[in-house]
């Protein structure tokens, strides 16, 4: 299958599923890089819209850097590495909270069977699981910077659709708001067009360590 089609078929999946546990043992690696991101610009003191913007470019950058690496056929080490990573980050938390569920063993599953089919090299599966874990961090912004201004303007429940399309409460724009009269959905969905721009052109060429010219 192209690589731009996976691409496709796998982030709407995150972005439809993104409320369930289906997707959850992806989110693991957008919200520590999220968060790692935000923690680090907020220390710069930036003004509201200068933070959002380079919490999203750092974003964009590291979601190119790793389908730039998925053209070098590195797809096999970077589903790898970051299930490998998502596994320590939940077994902490899980060990923190002290808390185990049916959810917990759904997450070691995935997460386990992910290190396997590296292992056995099932390259086609590899893919779309790196994908997953790459694709989860533009959807992310896509919620973030789309989404949650997008419900705030039609004044609609954040949760009509859990677990499913789950809105989160904030965004990296929320403190922006409606800056020179102009409203945030506007500012916000702006600049996540142009951030995901790079993102769609290098999905693509990334078959067979095809880099598309």
Same mark, same amino acid.
């Given at each position: 299958?192209?690589?731009?089609?996976?691409? &496709?078929?796998?982030? @709407?999946? !995150?972005? %439809? /599923?993104?409320? $369930?546990?289906? +997707?959850?043992?992806?989110?693991?690696?957008?919200?520590?890089?999220?968060?790692?991101?935000?923690?680090?610009?907020?220390?710069?003191?930036?003004?509201?819209?200068?933070?959002?913007?380079?919490?999203?470019?750092?974003?964009?950058?590291?979601?190119?850097?790793?389908?730039?690496?998925?053209?070098?056929?590195?797809?096999?080490?970077?589903?790898?590495?970051?299930?490998?990573?998502?596994?320590?980050?939940?077994?902490?938390?899980?060990?923190?909270?002290?808390?185990?569920?049916?959810?917990?063993?759904?997450?070691?599953?995935? &997460?386990?069977?992910? @290190?396997? !089919?590296? %292992? /056995?090299?099932? $390259?086609?599966? +590899?893919?779309?699981?790196?994908?997953?874990?790459?694709?989860?961090?533009?959807?992310?912004?896509?919620?973030?910077?789309?989404?949650?201004?997008?419900?705030?303007?039609?004044?609609?429940?954040?949760?009509?659709?859990?677990?499913?399309?789950?809105?989160?409460?904030?965004?990296?724009?929320?403190?922006?708001?409606?800056?020179?009269?102009?409203?945030?959905?506007?500012?916000?969905?702006?600049?996540?067009?142009?951030?995901?721009?790079?993102?769609?052109?290098?999905?693509?060429?990334?078959?067979?360590?095809?880099?598309?010219?």
């Amino acid at each position: 299958m192209r690589s731009d089609l996976r691409a &496709l078929i796998v982030s @709407i999946l !995150l972005f %439809l /599923l993104w409320g $369930t546990v289906l +997707t959850y043992p992806f989110r693991i690696i957008s919200d520590i890089t999220s968060q790692a991101t935000e923690a680090v610009v907020g220390k710069m003191h930036l003004p509201a819209i200068a933070f959002a913007v380079l919490v999203l470019l750092i974003i964009t950058g590291i979601t190119c850097l790793m389908l730039f690496l998925g053209r070098m056929e590195s797809s096999d080490a970077i589903a790898l590495c970051l299930s490998v990573l998502a596994c320590i980050v939940y077994c902490v938390r899980v060990f923190k909270s002290r808390t185990f569920s049916i959810e917990s063993v759904f997450v070691a599953v995935v &997460l386990a069977g992910t @290190i396997v !089919l590296v %292992l /056995l090299r099932k $390259t086609e599966w +590899t893919r779309y699981i790196a994908d997953a874990f790459i694709l989860v961090l533009p959807v992310r912004m896509c919620y973030e910077c789309v989404m949650n201004p997008l419900y705030r303007l039609l004044k609609t429940d954040l949760y009509k659709l859990s677990p499913f399309i789950t809105v989160p409460q904030t965004g990296i724009f929320s403190k922006v708001g409606n800056l020179l009269h102009v409203d945030l959905l506007v500012w916000s969905g702006f600049f996540f067009i142009l951030s995901i721009l790079p993102v769609i052109y290098l999905s693509g060429g990334r078959k067979e360590g095809k880099i598309r010219r």
